[in-house]
C-alpha cells in the first residue's frame, strides 16, 4: 500500500519504504562531500601558517576552528527537531547551504591575503558556516542510512562513514596538488561546485524517511533531563574520541612540518595516510564485523590509539609519519560510526536525537583539541611530541568509556 506524509514531517508512516537508487546515491556520495569539505581547512594549515601565506601563529590557526565547533553543535542539536518540523529533506539542504558558503568563503579569502587580519575574520565566518553544514548534514546523512537500510544499519552506518572518509583522505592529497600549482583555492572552488550539483539532485528526490510501525509516538523533541542515562556514556565516548581524532587530524602536518623537518608534501601525505586509514578501517570493520562482535572491535580501538600515540611522539621522519599516522587512522576508523549505530540500535525511537546529539559531542572534542593545543604549543611552550605523548591519557579513558559502553543491558 501507499504510503503516506501525514504530517509533513518528511517521516512517512508505514511499515517499509524501499528507497530508490538515486536517493541512495545521493547520500553516500554527499558523505565524501562532507569529508573533502570538512577536511579542506586543516589539510591547508601550511597556507594559513606560513609567511608565504596568511601568516598566522599557531593560537590565531586553533582560534579559527572555534566558530566551527560553536555551530557544529548547535546544527546537530537543532537538526532534529527541524527535521520534525521541516522534514529531514530541508535539513539536509540546509547542511549543504552551509557547505556551499564555507567553501565559497575560504576560496574568496585569497583575496585578502595581504592583510590577514580581515582575512582572519571572513575565516571565522567561514569555519562557522562549514560547522553548521556539518552538523545537519552529517545528523541526516546518518539518519538516512540507518533508515534506509534498518536490517543491516550497523554496516550501512559504517559504509557511510567510510565514504566520508574517502572525502577527508582525498583533501590532502587534492591540496597538496593544488598548492604545487600555486593555485590552492581551486579546490574550495571544486568543492562548492560539487555541493551545488548535490543541491540539484536533492531537491528533485523525495527523501522520505519511512517510520517503523509503532514509532510513531516517537519523541519530537526532548529536554536534557529526560534522556536515557546512557546517553551519556555514549556522549563521553564520541567527546573524547573527538579529541584524539583532531590531535591526529588538525596537528599532524604542523608537528610534522616545525618539528621532524618533514616537507610539507610529504606531511600532506601523512595526512593523506591518516584519513585514507580511517576510510581502509572502517570498510574492513564492515566486513570483519561478520566474523567478531563488533563491540568488541570498539573496545580494542582506543586500545590501540594509547600505543600509537606514544609511537607519534618519537616518529624519525617523513616514511615514518607516513606509517604511524596511518596506524592512527586505523585505530580511529570504527568508532564514531559505531557509536552512533550503537546508539540508535539501542534506543532505535530516538535514533535521530542520538545522532544529532552524538555528533554535537564529537564536536566539542573537536574544538577542545582544535583550538587547546594551540595556547598548549604557542603560549606554554610544551613541544607537538610531548602533546601527543599526551594523548594516551585521553585514549585510556576513551577505553574504559568503551567499556562501559558495550556492558549494554
Known sequence: PALQDTQGT????????????????LVYVAAVMQGLALVTFPAAS???????????????????????????????????????????????LMGFAGDFAAMALLALSRL???VPDTAFVVLLIATASLGLGFGATVMALNTYAEAFFPERADRAVLALNALLGVGTALAPALVAVVVA??????LPVAAAAFVVVLSGVAVTQPLEVAEAAGDGDAP?????????????LYAASVFLYGFVETMNGNWAMLYLTTERGVSVQGASFALTAFWGM??????????VARFVPPRWIYLGLPLALVVVFQIAARVPGETGGILIFGLAG???????????????GEFPRLAAVMAGGLIAFYQLGYGFAAFGIGPLQGLL?????????????????LAVVAALVIRRP
Open 181 to 186: 600549482l600555486g593555485a590552492w583555492w581551486l
Open 220 to 232: 519530537r523533541s526532548i529536554g536534557l533531563s529526560e534522556l536515557p542515562r546512557r546517553f551519556w
Open 112 to 114: 585578502l591575503i595581504d
Open 381 to 397: 611552550g610544551w613541544s607537538f611530541a610531548t602533546i601527543f605523548a599526551a594523548g594516551s591519557l585521553i585514549a585510556l579513558p
Open 278 to 287: 580511517v576510510t581502509v578501517g572502517r570498510v574492513l570493520i564492515a566486513l
Open 330 to 344: 586505523l585505530a580511529c576508523s570504527g568508532f564514531l560510526p559505531l557509536s552512533i549505530s550503537f546508539g540508535g
Open 10 to 25: 518528511g517521516v512517512v508512516a508505514g511499515s517499509s519504504q524501499a528507497a530508490s537508487r538515486t536517493e541512495v546515491g
Open 46 to 92: 601550511s597556507i594559513f601558517t606560513s609567511p608565504d601565506g596568511f601568516g598566522f601563529d599557531s593560537t590565531r590557526y586553533g582560534v579559527m576552528f572555534v566558530p566551527q565547533v560553536v555551530f557544529a553543535i548547535l546544527a546537530a542539536g537543532l537538526a532534529p527537531k527541524l527535521a520534525r518540523r521541516w522534514g529531514l529533506r530541508r535539513v539536509l
